[in-house]
């Protein structure tokens, strides 16, 4: 080295933002490569068995709301229905895994859930069974959730299901079918209102970690993906 050469600038540490960044990159990559090696489907494939199964638990919302308002809210056949399709809930999800997860099943899932559990609660309000405020108050966080991932979309981000927001929904699950169950929506329907007011507190829980979350989303300097 002479003496009038300036020594070599050393380079400068990534920033935290950086390093997490290509640490979730590295680890994406590892991720999808992995699911790669066994997946049956790309991202972008629209008909698949979970698809379908998640398709058929939207179409099952007008039976319920038919037979709710025809039959009566608490009914033996209600009940099994019922069980049939929130179980599907869990056998799309489990073949999603299995034969790789699509964009457009991260978007039909929980809009069904969504639509299937307000079409019944609408229904169990229109007889009576239940009152329509925590109906109301589930349906405007559902809402703003579908409008908040549709926004996501657009710009290219993911926005996977919270664990408390998978709570969410089987707790809201389990009190529909308390209440179509026969020995329970008969007889105790003031249980069943009292856990609805449980579901709708979860439900507002997570939308305001959603809005936590949509709020750095809108923000320039914020992250960029979610």
Request: aromatic content about 6%; overall charge positive.
């Given at each position: 080295?002479?003496?009038?050469?300036?020594?070599?600038?050393e380079p400068s540490p990534p920033s935290a933002a950086g390093a997490a960044g290509a640490g979730a990159s590295g680890a994406g990559a590892q991720l999808g490569t992995a699911g790669d090696k066994r997946s049956t489907f790309g991202p972008s494939a629209l008909l698949t068995p979970a698809n379908v199964l998640t398709i058929l638990r939207l179409l099952a919302t007008p039976v319920f709301v038919?037979?709710?308002?025809?039959?009566?809210?608490?009914?033996?056949?209600?009940?099994?229905?019922?069980?049939?399709?929130?179980?599907?809930?869990?056998?799309?999800?489990?073949?999603?895994?299995?034969?790789?997860?699509?964009?457009?099943?991260?978007?039909?899932?929980?809009?069904?859930?969504?639509?299937?559990?307000?079409?019944?609660?609408?229904?169990?309000?229109?007889?009576?069974?239940?009152?329509?405020?925590?109906?109301?108050?589930?349906?405007?966080?559902?809402?703003?959730?579908?409008?908040?991932?549709?926004?996501?979309?657009?710009?290219?981000?993911?926005?996977?299901?919270?664990?408390?927001?998978?709570?969410?929904?089987?707790?809201?699950?389990?009190?529909?079918?308390?209440?179509?169950?026969?020995?329970?929506?008969?007889?105790?329907?003031?249980?069943?209102?009292?856990?609805?007011?449980?579901?709708?507190?979860?439900?507002?829980?997570?939308?305001?970690?959603?809005?936590?979350?949509?709020?750095?989303?809108?923000?320039?300097?914020?992250?960029?993906?979610?």
């Amino acid at each position: 080295m002479t003496a009038g050469a300036a020594p070599p600038a050393e380079p400068s540490p990534p920033s935290a933002a950086g390093a997490a960044g290509a640490g979730a990159s590295g680890a994406g990559a590892q991720l999808g490569t992995a699911g790669d090696k066994r997946s049956t489907f790309g991202p972008s494939a629209l008909l698949t068995p979970a698809n379908v199964l998640t398709i058929l638990r939207l179409l099952a919302t007008p039976v319920f709301v038919s037979l709710v308002v025809l039959t009566g809210p608490s009914t033996w056949l209600l009940a099994s229905l019922w069980l049939v399709s929130a179980g599907s809930d869990g056998v799309d999800g489990f073949l999603a895994r299995r034969q790789g997860a699509t964009t457009s099943g991260a978007f039909l899932d929980p809009l069904a859930d969504k639509i299937l559990v307000l079409g019944v609660l609408a229904s169990l309000a229109e007889v009576g069974e239940i009152g329509w405020l925590p109906v109301a108050l589930i349906a405007l966080r559902e809402f703003a959730m579908s409008a908040y991932r549709i926004r996501a979309g657009r710009r290219g981000i993911s926005v996977p299901a919270r664990p408390s927001a998978k709570l969410k929904t089987l707790v809201q699950d389990v009190v529909v079918g308390l209440a179509l169950l026969p020995p329970v929506g008969a007889h105790h329907a003031g249980l069943v209102r009292d856990l609805l007011w449980v579901a709708v507190a979860l439900t507002l829980y997570t939308g305001l970690e959603y809005a936590h979350d949509a709020r750095r989303l809108v923000t320039p300097a914020g992250p960029a993906s979610a």
